[in-house]
């Protein structure tokens, strides 16, 4: 199986400090004057955020590092001692991220209004308790079930042992759902003694999203949450969105009760909710909420203090800005006027109904801005990465600081508002089958006079600052030869200044990542396996048989030919035919003309999944059983490429055909 996308953001920040002595470089001068002048911009004097983020505090967190259950850190709660409040932000920090990295920092458990608490900086989101009639409702119990338990205790410390009666997972997310079995137990569900709610689409969603280009996905997470960092001013700060991730035991709970309509209302040990649902927004099955009673809206991760992503540098199917837009603009509608809190799933509340009504206007008009200028733009003939150098908040939208791009930017999320609408291709045929970046890489170089020539003039360029030009063209020579010493490190110097001088936390982890392993190569670090039992048990049948037809090598395959029966009892029967380089499956059939038929109970492929037994063993048990020429199953089986997690990112991967173990060697980047 894959490592979903969150097996690599759970990649441990507590593992990235080993390694080769530090060669990162100091703030230029002027990666210096870039920083300071957003202190000109911007409203630094404001300090309602923090008062906001602080209101309500009741406890710290433990001070303890968390381990599972192998004695493997999970969450060091002191990891980030290094962002103090107050203090100015570091040459080598952008002010602005800064100050929403010492905004996430801000941890513990707080009050936000009578009868609701939240349990902040556990894990990269937030755990929500509400307090009803006869017990208490846990609101996306984090990433990991060890740092769900530590922060459930911490409360029942504080407030007192109350029973359980329901969760929600406000979305398909994995830090909203990854921890439930560290605050309530699955016999407790079955035997309905506590509810477990979830958008419609919920089940599906982190499975589909994660399955099928899981591996790449996971890969490049590892750059955008900055797992291969240590934490410090020259590391990682955090995502923007909070600090990090745990690096636990992910655990999924199916809900016994799916949200379908907006509207729906439903009484909740004693409280009303009354749902608003948001698929397609932040998550592909999201929702937000009106408790009455408390009058207070669960706004999901729909409304946070940052300017969210449409699109996922990690790799994911493009949200559209137009409908989660109007989402807001419903809950304004729907409960603008009565709401006195307003809390996320992310960050710290809003306090008082005109607060709430101008962030909710002011995202809604944010994420509206975005989609309609582009289409603009796009409509008066610009191109997407044109209309993205040229967009322009209005400032009274740029500079509110929910709106900042801490997390998602307007760059990135303009450029996938240009694909959602038209596409990769801009129009003009020269870009239509263009060079891969190898060759291209060669020929530019060729033209510019050589290696050496571009070095040269790349090196003036970086003394002028002009790091973003020198990132893009000695980029081509390390593309055309990535043995070039000389070349691999000036790009890690300018794309380390381009991370200094980011706002995004995510850009400053991608420039800081790809600067890291243009000097040091691709380190093997641990990285858990998020395909955990429960995680497995939640694939469904078709999409396990989609992701065997992805691991298909179509050129090894181009000639096998094979039909054959699978037969999972009570779970579904599915015939399987292997030819002209694909594996097509249909549900619900078995073939008279089957090469073979393979008979096993899901809990045995389950187990296969999960490496808990291998398919040779389970046919030698009795566990699979094989009726007719096993021959097809070891064809099909053989033909399956595993995918390897650690491929390059920066310097280009060797082709099949490299017969250069000196040029294989130098693109794995073990220099």
Known sequence: ???????????????????????????????????????????????SDFENAKKGFIAPLPTDLIKGQAGNPVWNPQQYNFIKEGAPAPDTVNPSLWRQSQLTNISGLFKVTDGIYQIRNQDLSNMTIIEGKEGIVIVDPLVSMETARTAIDLYYKNRGRRPVKAVIYTHSHVDHYGGVRGVINEADVNSGKIKVYAPDGFLEAPVAENVLAGNAMSRRASYMFGNLLPPDAKGQVGTGLGTTTSAGTVTLI???????????????????????????????????????????????????????????????????????????????????DKAEVMFAQHHWPTFGNAEIKELLKSQRDLYRYINDETLRLANHGYTRDEIAEQFKL??????????????????????????????????????????????????YVEFMGGADAVLQKARESYAKGDYRWVAQV????????????????????????????????????????????????????????????????????????????????????????????????????????????????????????????VTLSRDTLNNIMLHKTKLADAIQSGDVKIAGNRAKLDELVSNLDSFDFWFNIVTPRPTAGDASPQASKASRGQR
């Open 394 to 443: 209005p400032d009274q939208l740029a500079h509110v600081w929910a709106n900042r791009g801490y997390y998602g930017t307007i760059s990135h999320n303009v450029k996938a508002t240009y694909v959602l609408y038209l596409g990769w291709f801009d129009g003009n045929p020269a870009t239509l089958n263009e060079l891969t970046p190898v060759e291209a890489s060669k020929k």
């Open 1 to 47: 199986m894959p490592k979903c996308f969150w097996g690599s953001l759970l990649t441990a920040v507590l593992f990235a400090a080993d390694g080769p002595a530090d060669s990162r470089k100091n703030a230029t001068d002027a990666t210096k004057a870039a920083n300071a002048k957003l202190l000109t911009v911007l409203p630094f004097a404001d300090n």
């Open 474 to 597: 000695v980029n081509h020579v390390v593309f055309a030869d990535p043995n070039n010493k000389a070349a691999r490190d000036l790009q890690a110097d300018a794309l380390e200044q381009l991370g200094y001088q980011a706002e995004s936390g995510p850009w400053r982890n991608f420039y800081l990542s790809g600067a890291k392993e243009l000097r040091d190569g691709v380190k093997r670090l641990p990285t858990p396996d998020s395909a955990s039992p429960d995680t497995v048990r939640a694939i469904p049948l078709d999409l396990f048989f989609d992701y065997l037809s992805v691991r298909l090598n179509r050129e090894k395959a181009a000639n096998a030919k094979a039909v054959l029966n699978f037969d999972f009892g009570a779970d579904g029967k599915y015939v399987l035919e292997m030819e002209n380089g694909v594996l097509n499956h249909t549900p619900n059939s078995q073939a008279s003309n089957a090469d073979v038929t």
């Open 254 to 336: 199916p809900p016994t009760n799916v949200i379908k309509a907006t509207g729906e209302k439903h009484v909740i040990d004693g409280l009303t909710y009354e749902f608003l649902m948001a698929p397609g927004s932040e998550a592909p099955a999201e929702m937000m909420w009106f408790i009455p009673e408390k009058k207070a809206i669960e706004a999901a991760e729909d409304c946070t203090h940052t300017l969210h992503n449409t699109y996922s540098l990690r790799g994911a199917k493009i949200r559209e800005p137009l409908p989660w837009s109007k989402y807001l603009n419903q809950a304004l509608v729907m409960w603008g």
